[in-house]
């Protein structure tokens, strides 16, 4: 047994400092990124924040508003390969899979028939051999896709999928969704911040890419991220609830919500796998989220916000936001009296 005795950081531990600016306007930043991947050598340009996942965000309506804002939409994996259709911008989306029996073949089908940019391999705990040696099955069937994966939390598992796995980019935070319960579960996670900081120096130092994924309270939290050396930001809760999500509209005494939950939930687990199996539990919860209409004006609002955390600490653009930033600790974030 070991205790590491340095404090780790979530986001709400911390504020940005501001600084001296010469941006006299949000119209002056520039929020697009473009990266060369390592393994796949593919080059993307866009915003780089990602709808998660999740069978309620990561949908094909979804895609259909973000790719407008060059923003990434990563399906979820229960999609059949007939629900595919053939107009995708391969630019703006990535298919899921995991690492369980019949993944290998229907991902292939899928693949086959879209040929896409990006790949995402997905499982809970990205620590395991099994997870090791999928990412290494998928990048020598497939050199030429950007492969993600994830989840991990920790720099030594950053440079063991990156050096020995081939992985181009890998999906950061264990435990920190909003809907996830995994610490209650099993006490296992990371403070994200920490992780992304630590993380980020680890794949930028052999040439790989971070997203930092969960953990994002507020669009506030997202510029956090990309302060903290995120490459990429994803998401769900930031997209539930809105017309895009799949799921019917849920009336209760005049309030219209929409069904948000945990791919480890109860709820997912009965969807798509019949149940949960008997050697696990759950680790995930079911929430109403109050319905939020078209995803667009939050799109605007977290971009708004990306662009004015820049203007307060004097980056021009998006890549200059970890060379800005200076992360104050704090004990308390925001008055809390009106809510």
């Given at each position: 047994m070991?205790?590491?005795?340095?404090?780790?950081?979530?986001?709400?531990?911390?504020?940005?400092?501001?600084?001296?600016?010469e941006?006299?306007?949000?119209?002056?930043?520039?929020?697009?990124?473009?990266?060369?991947f390592?393994?796949?050598?593919?080059?993307?340009?866009?915003?780089?924040?990602?709808?998660?996942?999740?069978?309620?965000?990561?949908?094909?309506?979804?895609?259909?508003?973000?790719?407008?804002?060059?923003?990434?939409?990563?399906?979820?994996?229960?999609?059949?390969?007939?629900?595919?259709?053939?107009?995708?911008?391969?630019?703006?989306?990535?298919?899921?899979t995991?690492?369980?029996?019949?993944?290998?073949?229907?991902?292939?089908?899928?693949?086959?028939?879209?040929?896409p940019k990006?790949?995402?391999?997905?499982?809970?705990n990205?620590?395991?051999?099994?997870?090791?040696?999928?990412?290494?099955?998928?990048r020598?069937?497939?050199?030429?896709?950007?492969?993600?994966?994830?989840?991990?939390?920790?720099?030594?598992?950053i440079?063991?999928?990156?050096?020995?796995?081939?992985?181009?980019?890998?999906?950061?935070?264990?435990?920190?969704?909003?809907?996830?319960?995994?610490?209650?579960?099993?006490?296992?996670?990371?403070?994200?911040l920490s992780?992304?900081?630590?993380?980020?120096d680890?794949?930028?130092?052999?040439?790989?890419?971070?997203?930092?994924?969960?953990?994002?309270?507020?669009?506030?939290?997202?510029?956090?991220?990309?302060?903290?050396?995120?490459?990429?930001?994803?998401?769900?809760s930031?997209?539930?609830?809105?017309?895009?999500?799949?799921?019917d509209?849920?009336?209760?005494?005049?309030?219209?919500?929409?069904?948000?939950?945990?791919?480890?939930?109860?709820?997912?687990q009965?969807k798509?796998?019949?149940?949960?199996?008997?050697?696990r539990?759950?680790?995930?919860?079911?929430v109403?989220v109050?319905?939020?209409?078209?995803?667009?004006?939050?799109?605007?609002s977290?971009?708004?916000?990306?662009?004015?955390?820049?203007?307060?600490?004097?980056?021009?653009?998006?890549?200059d936001?970890?060379?800005?930033a200076?992360f104050?600790?704090?004990g308390?974030q925001?008055?809390?009296?009106?809510?």
């Open positions: 070991k205790i590491e005795e340095d404090t780790k950081l979530d986001f709400v531990d911390v504020l940005l400092r501001p600084k001296r600016s941006l006299s306007s949000r119209l002056d930043v520039d929020l697009t990124r473009e990266y060369t390592k393994y796949s050598k593919k080059s993307w340009s866009g915003i780089p924040i990602i709808t998660s996942n999740m069978d309620t965000v990561g949908t094909f309506e979804m895609y259909n508003s973000l790719k407008d804002f060059k923003i990434i939409t990563c399906f979820h994996k229960f999609y059949d390969v007939s629900d595919y259709p053939n107009t995708l911008d391969s630019n703006y989306y990535a298919i899921s995991g690492i369980r029996d019949g993944d290998w073949s229907h991902t292939s089908a899928v693949i086959d028939k879209l040929n990006f790949l995402c391999v997905d499982v809970a990205g620590y395991s051999r099994d997870f090791v040696n999928s990412i290494r099955k998928y020598e069937a497939y050199p030429d896709i950007t492969l993600i994966g994830g989840n991990v939390c920790t720099r030594e598992m440079e063991e999928l990156s050096l020995n796995g081939g992985l181009d980019i890998c999906k950061v935070g264990i435990g920190n969704g909003s809907v996830c319960t995994t610490r209650i579960q099993t006490g296992v996670g990371y403070p994200q992780a992304v900081m630590e993380c980020a680890a794949a930028h130092g052999v040439g790989t890419h971070i997203i930092s994924d969960g953990g994002v309270n507020c669009v506030g939290d997202v510029a956090k991220a990309f302060c903290g050396g995120a490459d990429f930001v994803m998401s769900g930031l997209f539930a609830g809105h017309t895009e999500c799949a799921g509209i849920i009336v209760d005494n005049g309030v219209k919500y929409k069904s948000y939950y945990g791919m480890s939930s109860e709820t997912a009965k798509h796998h019949g149940g949960l199996a008997h050697y539990s759950s680790e995930g919860k079911e109403r109050a319905y939020k209409g078209d995803v667009a004006p939050t799109i605007q977290i971009l708004g916000g990306v662009r004015s955390t820049c203007t307060y600490i004097g980056a021009k653009q998006l890549k936001m970890s060379k800005c200076t104050i600790k704090v308390r925001v008055n809390t009296l009106f809510q």
